[in-house]
């Protein structure tokens, strides 16, 4: 009996260790199969902007490929552009479109006074509207988007949220840019920029704001039909503010990858859950780090809209910023 029962002991003793090795080799699996589902994860956001760069027709690419030997690795940048109107409309609108590290191009004509107020005229599939003065002169309109766009630009440098492991400190930037250069003579442009540079000295953050084309001058004058050398000046200009005021920032790889499919999709509009389930798709793992990569492209890129705490909008996500204006106007 007494053997019988060592040998039951025996038995249970490796029962017990081969429930131990079991238990410690389902561990290592796991552990396995989560930096493999990570390394998977990655696989498919890199995919999915090969996909992107694929497509791109060969002629055009071998130009990009050409650009991009030809010059500095940090001497170059990649801009979204977003195109508004003088309407009063799109006044309204400014603050839905600044985000933080913005250039914001401020276009007037040297032909028109500052003093005075400018016409508009709507343009629809019916035909043209008759024109009509606004209320507002042209000063009042560049000086009013010039302070929508300081006030907010820097009420959102330096944004970050704990749980978003991201800290961008870009700063925003503004220019002015005169046209129709060759229809007013060096006296007019004179003129302007001296009642300009007043206007702009009364406040800190404008100065700050405002790249000036030389000392004194905030306005940089362009004939665009002839004025070569003074339009590569405004390049020259702009390139070098991207270069000083815009911080180089590292994003994950899989949010690059879902703001290349949703530009790829060309889809305006988009329900929350679709979104997600596109993002999951890219790599992005759970809710909240969706969350915070939609917070970082309405709020720091600048290209889609997002508004989770407006009634109404909490479900939508618009990556056609066009689409607002077209229903607007």
């Known amino acids: 009996e007494t053997s019988s029962t060592d040998s039951e002991n025996d038995e249970t003793s490796d029962d017990l260790h081969s429930v131990s090795v079991d238990a410690e080799e389902h561990r290592n699996i796991s552990q396995n199969d989560s930096t493999k589902h ?7 956001a890199i ?23 030809n010059i500095d690795k940090d001497n170059h940048a990649v801009l979204q552009i977003i195109d508004t109107g003088g309407q009063p409309e799109f006044h309204e609108m400014l603050p839905a479109l600044i985000t933080g590290p913005a250039v914001n191009l401020l276009v007037f004509k040297l ?18 509207s008759e024109p009509y003065l606004t209320s507002l002169t042209h000063e009042e309109v560049i000086f009013r988007s010039l302070s929508s766009i300081a006030c907010l630009c820097y009420n959102t440098v330096g944004w970050n949220f704990d749980e978003l492991p991201i800290q961008d400190n870009s700063e925003p930037a503004a220019f002015l840019i005169a046209t129709y ?45 002839r004025d070569q050398n003074e339009i590569e000046d405004l390049r020259k200009s702009l390139h070098n503010v991207i270069n000083t005021k815009f911080q180089d920032i590292k994003v994950p790889v899989s949010w690059c990858a879902l703001s290349l499919k949703l530009k790829r999709r060309k889809q305006s509009l988009y329900t929350y859950q679709t ?34 705490d407006v009634k ?18």
């Open 181 to 225: 250069r060759d229809c007013v003579d060096g006296e007019k442009v004179d003129t302007v920029n001296d009642h300009l540079k007043h206007r702009i000295q009364t406040s800190a953050e404008l100065c700050n704001l405002i790249q000036f084309s030389a000392p004194g001058k905030p306005a940089f004058a362009i004939d665009t039909t």
């Open 111 to 128: 032909t028109e006074e500052l003093q005075s107020r400018y016409s508009i005229t709507y343009r629809s599939s019916d035909g043209n």
């Open 38 to 44: 990570d390394d998977d994860l990655k696989t498919k």
């Open 312 to 329: 109404g909008l909490e479900d939508i996500i618009i990556t056609n910023i066009q689409l607002v204006f077209d229903r607007i106007t």
């Open 47 to 69: 995919d999915e902007i090969s996909k992107v760069v694929e497509k791109i027709p060969s002629k055009k690419k071998r130009q990009y490929i050409s650009n991009i030997q």
């Open 275 to 308: 979104c997600f389930k596109l993002a999951k798709e890219s790599g992005i793992k759970d809710e909240d780090d969706f969350k915070a990569v939609l917070w970082f492209l309405h709020n720091r890129a600048g290209t889609i809209m997002y508004y989770p």
